[in-house]
């Protein structure tokens, strides 16, 4: 039976996270994380979501893009999009007027990225499984039809990427029984935001160390005496044998990054990420070239906007971790174009989480990404049900809906 769309619904939802510092980083000093949350229904009454990450102010020109995108789901089935869902992808990032105002980044991109994910949704539901389930058990024939290969050709065709797939199917069952009883490990940045006490981030360490984590990142780029300080507190809290990232948001020049980086190195941090602007691929080059010989790799992929800029930051050796990232580029669609490409360039994927929704969506990216195309791991529990982890309570999407939700109302 068929199951066409009939309805799309968008809020604009937010949490005030800012009047604690929550999310805040040296870019983004009053982060409100907010998303807009899509519902898609059927005509048997079937439901579907999806969501975008935002910081606040903004959400509501996103939920302008979902709008004037949902003309081109509503009326469509399932059944018709998933049939050829490279074209459906295509069509919207395609639209003849609508590319005009992207194409493929942004807010459009956030829009689609919105919309897809609520048809991915839909897609798991109807088939009773998680996403991930929903990908690892798909023919790779009909996961590549998938993606839209247009523009990453001279980096990855469809028939190596069927190819990666193929060869990867060794051994899947028994990743699969591996993951459902161990997991895939995880770090926390809930630490150390850059607007946190010192006292705060210690407590907030000493309970993520005694619940187990060993992977922690910290904020860093405002100001120099701050991140030497900070950085050495976390060290001698989590001792040598823990790992540590370090995180800018963007807030450098090149020549400024390699500098201050160079600073913090005897705190051994594993990568920097965001060292400069996300669309710096040469810069990026040029830093991950002067940190190498300190061991320091360079992690970006938040803001990179579409799978032609990961395709240059990979041939660039631009970047020693791909953090893909499930709100911003378009979906699961172009998040498989991604896994792909970082596989073949032998570079590793560690997703990128901090916001609303993030981490539970891209649990279910990294668990297709180990069992179906890298085999590679580096071990925390994830819990996950039908679909792709996107649905919100319906008493919290109403107290935080912006402006009119109890929350807001309070606050004004
Ligand atoms: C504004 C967000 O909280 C950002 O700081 C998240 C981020 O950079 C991360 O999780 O990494
Ligand atoms: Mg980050």
Redesign the pocket.
Known sequence: MTKTIIKLTVRDVRFPTSLEQH?S?AM?TD?DYSVAYVVIETDQGMQGYGLTFT?GRGTEIVVCAVEALSALVVGKSLEEIVSDFRGFYRLLTSDGQMRWIGPEKGVIQLATAAVLNAVWDLWARSEGKPLWKLLVEMDPRKLISCIDFRYITDALTEEEALDLLLKAQTGKQQRVDQMLKEGYPAYT?SCAWLGYSDQLLKQLCTDALNDGWTKF?V?VGADLKDDIRRCSLIRQMIGAHNTLMI?A?QRWDVGEAITWVTRLAEYKPLWI??PTSPDDILGHAAISKALAPLGIGVATG?QCHNRVMFKQFLQASALQFVQIDSCRLGSVNENLAVLLMAHKFKVPVCP????VGLCELVQHLILFDYISVSAKYNNDPIIISFGYSCEMLESSVQTHQYPQGQVWKKLQ
């Open positions: 999310g980083d983004h982060p910081v940045t990142k904020k995180d948001n990420e965001e938040e990128h989480a901090g916001g």
